[in-house]
């Protein structure tokens, strides 16, 4: 299971941010983040891109 991992001043600058990445640790497996990474570390995609499919077939982005 992946665990975020934030600086101090982020957290307090960004209380909320828990809130808001609680859903994906808790889907998110080691695996699956090696994959995503591999992705952009080897394939060459852009982080913003994985990113954005990953949330969107977990149905993590709201409809706006």
């Known amino acids: 299971q992946a665990a975020p991992v934030l600086r101090e001043v982020v957290h307090l600058k960004y209380p909320q941010i828990e809130k808001v990445l609680s859903p994906i640790f808790g889907i998110i497996s080691e695996q699956k983040m ?31």
């Open 34 to 64: 090696i994959n995503l990474n591999s992705k952009v570390e080897e394939q060459g995609q852009l982080p913003s891109i994985v990113a954005r499919e990953f949330l969107n077939e977990n149905n993590l982005l709201s409809k706006k």
